[in-house]
């Protein structure tokens, strides 16, 4: 299949976000460099690997049509409101699946992480909720729902919520009764108590209203978790969590760890655990460097068949993801130390010989 569409859709959502950057740094808005970078780096890896992940669901969900149970549905504009429509109900029963299954949370938590709200959190995803998405929404293809708008429908629906991440707008009046608005996305990333587990929808708030999970925006949102992580690195961040679901079969025994895997997140113990020993010392010219190498190689990455090529380019889209999140280890550190004062000796003696 052609990967074509994804090329074209990194660069206009870092576009976007550069535009948005711009008017909420000018207007005191919160937007700091370390959680940008993280959110980027996050989202660049969400891409790298979803480049696999996006064929291979594609490939699940057309192979659902050989266990379909009901006779496809006819192609006409009736049928597509009604898979747009159930496409969104889907991601809803997803989504509350993220919030309230705990082995689920450690996928989704990577989007509520930040504590800022910009069009940057879109960037920050896990690619094991694409595929677990992606199995739910074959489903449909099952009972009937045509393939072609199953796939389409749930593209715009990921496209529709990009928005819904953004401090300039809050509603639009009438359209707010039927479709999620950014202030109810906001209460769905905030962290106080009120607005916890509650706006679950992508695209239409009324299954919020109707299944009793809606809560308008009254005070102000304090976004991100209530507990806020130690991590700054795209890795730790994706890998806390599972560690702790593994150490609760050691700590609490079998059962429990088992039982614990599916309760809420609430259920776990407040300990997060570091898997790896990294660190983050972020800088703007790391960024800039780093998302230059990276969407130029993921343009070459999706279009080439040169297996030494797609190598190559794979290791320095991943060089980039980390080079955008400033990572370093105790070796790396020392590493960058050597060569600053290798360069800054050859400068002196550059200098001393003129």
């Known amino acids: ?116 709200y910009n069009l940057s959190v879109n960037f920050a995803l896990s690619p094991l909720g694409f595929i677990l998405r992606s199995f739910m929404y074959s489903s449909l293809v099952i009972i009937g729902f045509p393939l072609e708008y199953v796939v389409m429908s749930s593209y715009l629906n990921a496209f529709y919520q990009y928005y819904l991440h953004t401090e300039f707008i809050n509603t639009i009046p009438i359209l707010d009764r039927l479709f999620v608005m950014p202030a109810h996305h906001k209460v ?17 708030i009324i299954w919020d209203k109707l299944f009793g999970t809606f809560e308008p925006m009254k005070a102000k949102p304090k976004y991100g978790l209530t507990t806020a992580l130690p991590h700054k690195d795209f890795l730790n961040i994706q890998l806390f969590f599972f560690k702790k679901l593994i150490q609760n ?58 297996i030494p090529v ?18 370093k280890t105790p070796r790396t550190e020392v590493g960058w130390r050597f060569l600053r004062r290798r360069v800054v000796h050859f400068y002196d003696s550059f200098r001393a010989s003129w």
């Open 310 to 327: 797609l190598i190559t380019v794979c290791l320095m889209n991943l060089s980039a993801i980390m080079i955008i999140n400033g990572i």
């Open 1 to 116: 299949m052609s990967f074509g569409f994804m090329f074209i859709i990194v660069p206009i959502g870092l576009g976007l976000f550069a535009l948005e950057f711009y008017f909420l740094h000018k207007r005191g808005y919160k937007v700091t460099l370390d959680q940008t970078a993280l959110n980027l780096s996050l989202g660049f890896f969400d891409r790298f690997v979803g480049l696999y992940l996006t064929e291979r669901s594609l490939v699940l969900v057309h192979e659902a049509i050989n266990y379909a149970v009901l006779p496809e549905m006819p192609l006409n504009a009736v049928t597509f409101v009604l898979t747009f429509f159930a496409v969104d109900l889907i991601w809803y029963i997803f989504h509350i699946m993220g919030h309230r299954i705990s082995i689920m949370w450690g996928i989704h938590l990577v989007h509520h992480q930040s504590d800022e």
């Open 188 to 204: 769905h990333h905030a962290s106080n108590e009120e607005y916890l587990d509650k706006n679950y929808g992508g695209v239409f």
């Open 249 to 306: 079969f050691r700590e609490f025994g079998f059962v429990k760890g088992v039982s614990l895997l599916f309760k809420g997140p609430e259920h776990q113990t407040s300990d997060v655990p570091r898997v790896l020993n990294i660190t983050t010392k972020v800088k703007l010219w790391k960024v800039t460097l780093g998302t230059v190498i990276y969407v130029l190689c993921y343009r070459i990455m999706i279009t080439t068949e040169n």
